[in-house]
């Protein structure tokens, strides 16, 4: 059984520019979450998907933004990247619509240039 | 929002020792507190979760305890090795309620374990 698969596993990018990370959710799991994970601390979230709706939305400028496909997989796009926006970002699966059961991913690593 | 606060950020015991973390909250609606160990370059484990309706949890060497009145939560880790070396962060959520809450993990800043031989 597949867990949660993140992809790329590390991404260097220059400021400006825009990128998209990509998720597959454990088997099962129908709701994607994503963490952002900064160089020491603990991961923030960012949002969650459900049925291709943002259905939660954390402390995050809008220049965050994602995606939900059918087959549940999801995207995290961010534009006009910061160097401030370096960090691992994490995507989490669980069903909906409780956490009890998150999977995590192991994660992008973005550097930002 | 919710708050959770954790400490130590570092912790360094003897191969053997035990090892306490300890973390607080703020939202009284939070009633799910799992624990988390990451090692370095990998994702977040999942190693023990209480719930609220629970004071203590134990699973082998792993312990964790709650406190609802004082709203906080503890990590209890016996007989360390070195294989427990890693950073570990408590979480707080409300995963069944409504709101703004629903659907997060709030994360503390974490603790460095090292376990010494």
């Known amino acids: 059984d597949a867990g949660v698969t993140q992809s790329p596993t590390h991404l260097i990018k220059t400021r400006g520019q825009q990128v998209t990370l990509r998720c597959s959710p454990k088997s099962g799991h129908d709701t994607v979450s994503w963490y952002q994970q900064a160089l020491g601390q603990g991961p923030q979230f960012i949002f969650q998907y459900y049925e291709e709706e943002e259905r939660q939305r954390g402390n995050f400028p809008d220049r965050f933004s994602g995606h939900q496909f059918p087959n549940y997989s999801s995207e995290l796009n961010v534009n006009a990247l910061l160097l401030g926006d370096s960090a691992l970002y994490l995507c989490?699966?669980?069903?909906?619509?409780?956490?009890?059961?998150?999977?995590f991913g192991s994660g992008t690593r973005l550097t930002v240039v | 929002g919710e708050n959770v606060e954790q400490h130590p950020s570092t912790l360094s015991v003897q191969e053997g020792d035990s090892a306490v973390i300890k973390c607080t909250y703020s939202?009284?609606?939070?009633?799910?507190f799992p624990w988390y160990k990451q090692e370095l370059g990998k994702r977040p484990q999942l190693i023990i979760d209480?719930?609220?309706?629970?004071g203590e949890k134990k699973d082998q060497r792993i312990a964790v305890t709650l406190n609802k009145t004082a709203k906080h939560f503890s990590l209890h880790i016996t007989e360390t090795q070195p294989e427990d070396s890693a950073v570990y962060f408590c979480?707080?959520?409300?995963?069944?309620?409504?709101?703004?809450?629903?659907?997060?993990?709030?994360f503390g800043r974490g603790t460095q374990l090292t376990v010494w031989p």
């Open positions: 989490a699966s669980s069903p909906w619509p409780s956490d009890y059961g998150y999977t």
């Open positions: 979480a707080a959520s409300n995963p069944e309620g409504r709101g703004s809450t629903l659907g997060r993990l709030y």
């Open positions: 209480i719930r609220s309706n629970v």
């Open positions: 939202d009284s609606a939070s009633n799910y």
